[in-house]
């Protein structure tokens, strides 16, 4: 038994080292933990990146530094892979008022198409309705989701009059 709690115990000291950076347990090269563990984040970043396209070209070089902070504040992406991660990490630059508006437009489309379960879950939506604006220039997007009828988008250029 003591064998087996010990096993978990470095199994997890490892998981964590290589998903959240932290120090490679004893037994292991450290330097080989880093790489392995840098090669992982750069594999999500570019998971996220293809799931999430507009945002990744709306970020452009700050997509590294963004999955880095991401990365660092959820470990390990959600259940519902690399769109589900990427809706956290543009939900986040949208808290801090950093998503850019493409990003904006983007999440705006995830959620429209999906709902997402406590357990982070991607799951299909019937029917929904979302809008986005932005100040400057001034923009408004509406977009509806019905069944058989599919997704419509409204974009209005707004102007001061």
Known sequence: MRDDADLARRQAELVSALLGGGVAPAGFDE???RTAS??????????????WPRLARALGPDLGPAVERHVRRLPSA???????DGRELARTLAAEGRLPWEGRLELLAADLRHRWSADGRRL????????AWRRAPAALVVAVRLPLLG???LRLPLTSG
């Open 78 to 84: 959600p259940a519902s892979g690399p769109l589900g």
């Open 38 to 51: 840098a090669a992982l984040r750069a594999k999500r970043a570019h998971a996220i990146a293809k799931a």
């Open 124 to 131: 299909p939506r019937r029917a929904a309705v979302a809008a």
């Open 31 to 33: 330097g080989r933990v």
């Open 151 to 153: 997704e419509r988008w």
